[in-house]
């Protein structure tokens, strides 16, 4: 049976209008680069809107990354397993193959596939955390409110400090450190790199 012609005349919303999937939001937005950024590189840099972001498009990559290995892997181990549990060529010629047989294949199969299949979620991991670390590690995070640059507040204090007595040299530190707090958004930070969350040790 074929379908009905569509009706030429009806001009109802449900009839005209075409919807479209609502856009995906993007992961980074651009933020005024910092006194500390390469001036090359323009006014902007793309950054996630805030650390808790960050840390959830981490999890996200390494979930997909992890599940699309994991696919690719079980199609393998079960290709793996099926030619380690065939039996061999000669018993198909002499026609010995029974039905307990093929029990006994199905279950070498299963128990194969599982070996596998461990192994394999453990590199699928590594190899997600491999994969993602490096861009992540490297990426920007917009810093809510600006901060002052502590490598420059640390030079200056060092300045001031490493006077050894002498007065003139306190003065200098001194009139250095009033200025730069006269002037402390020349050295503001609007962005910091995933690896400042990440930490040392990781």
């Not at 050295?187 to 690896?195: F, M």
Request: aromatic residues 8%; positive net charge; proline residues 7%.
């Amino acid at each position: 049976m074929s379908a009905p012609p569509y009706n030429l005349d009806d001009y109802s919303p449900s009839s005209t209008i075409i919807p479209f999937e609502r856009p995906l939001p993007l992961l980074r937005g651009p933020v005024p680069a910092g006194s500390t950024d390469d001036p090359s590189i323009g006014p902007f840099v793309l950054a996630f809107r805030d650390a808790q972001a960050w840390r959830s498009a981490y999890r996200a990559c390494e979930s997909k990354l992890i599940e699309q290995c994991e696919g690719g892997a079980r199609i393998g181990c079960s290709l793996s397993a099926s030619s380690k549990c065939k039996p061999p060529w000669w018993r198909a010629l002499i026609g010995r193959i029974s039905s307990s047989d093929f029990a006994e294949r199905a279950k070498c199969e299963e128990h194969e596939t599982e070996i596998c299949m461990s192994a394999a979620k453990e590199n699928c991991v590594r190899f997600a955390k491999e994969k993602c670390l490096n861009p992540f590690r490297d990426a920007r995070v917009a810093v809510r409110e600006r901060k002052v640059d502590s490598r420059e507040v640390s030079k200056l204090i060092s300045l001031a400090s490493a006077s050894n007595g002498s007065a003139m040299a306190n003065s200098i530190g001194v009139i250095q450190l009033g200025s730069w707090l006269s002037s402390k958004f020349v050295y503001e930070v609007t962005n910091c790199r995933g690896s400042d969350l990440l930490g040392p040790d990781k």
